[in-house]
């Protein structure tokens, strides 16, 4: 089975910081991760996501992530956090064979971003 | 374009009521899938409904059902309330089958309330 998990349940940057968000993953293949983001009393809306065809992936509003197979990882980061950025984050994999509309998610990282 | 409109937004129920949520999709999205997100559970796939047709289905209890019509309009029902059924529910939709790599459209979700 495949899953993710994101390290660090709460996260606090200061406005103009880096911004990184941790994210591995367990597949026993090699997985079609994403990184969507949910504003309060919104839905989730896709940031980014790898399909093998690139490791450093660019997404929306400045953020990227880079797969890395020999660390299991596909962390999000972005060079410098704006205010607008404070979102709950979330990892998810979907299934190789299967749909991308049955997707596993991570636990959510929430990004505060500080004056 | 319209995004994906979920109805109703906000509802409080009773311990063994039922309930019916209801999702528009995008226009032109065939592919309607729906999402439970608690704050202990975090979000766990409910099922996936494309031409009419239930293709996945998560691990979720007999009392959550499903169908979609041929407007793809989908609606999702919860019988027997439980207080742990207490949740967002999102509804999101893609264009079609798409394979593993395709972009989920979320709704606003429609947060249920059990007492």
């Known amino acids: 089975a495949q899953s993710v998990t994101q390290l660090g349940s709460h996260v606090s940057v200061s406005e103009g910081a880096l911004v990184l968000l941790r994210c591995n993953y367990s597949?026993?293949?090699?997985?079609?991760l994403f990184w969507y983001v949910q504003y309060p009393n919104q839905g989730l809306q896709l940031l980014l996501k790898?399909?093998?065809?690139?490791?450093l992936v660019k997404g929306i509003n400045g953020f990227e992530a880079e797969f890395k197979k020999s660390e299991t990882s596909f962390h999000l980061t972005k060079p410098s956090a704006h205010m607008s950025d404070a979102a709950e984050y979330f990892c998810?994999?979907?299934?190789?064979?299967?749909?991308?509309?049955?997707?596993?998610f991570g636990s959510g990282t929430q990004l505060t971003v500080l004056p | 374009k319209a995004g994906v409109t979920q109805t109703p937004r906000y509802l409080i129920k009773t311990r063994g009521q039922q309930v019916t949520l209801s999702c528009s999709p995008i226009?032109?999205?065939?592919?309607v899938s729906w999402y439970q997100q608690t704050p202990g559970q975090g979000l766990q796939f409910l099922f996936e409904?494309?031409?009419?047709?239930?293709?996945n289905k998560g691990n979720f209890p007999g009392r959550f059902s499903g169908r979609q019509f041929s407007n793809s309009r989908s609606e999702m029902n919860v019988s027997t309330l439980e207080l742990g059924d207490s949740a967002l529910y999102l509804c999101?939709?893609?264009?079609?089958?798409?394979?593993?790599?395709?972009?989920?459209?979320f709704g606003e979700g429609s947060r249920l309330t059990v007492l």
């Open positions: 999101a939709s893609s264009l079609g089958l798409a394979g593993p790599t395709g972009e989920l459209f």
């Open positions: 597949s026993s293949v090699p997985p079609y």
């Open positions: 790898y399909t093998s065809a690139a490791t």
């Open positions: 998810a994999v979907s299934r190789p064979s299967g749909s991308a509309r049955q997707l596993t």
């Open positions: 226009s032109g999205h065939r592919s």
């Open positions: 409904y494309f031409s009419e047709t239930q293709r």
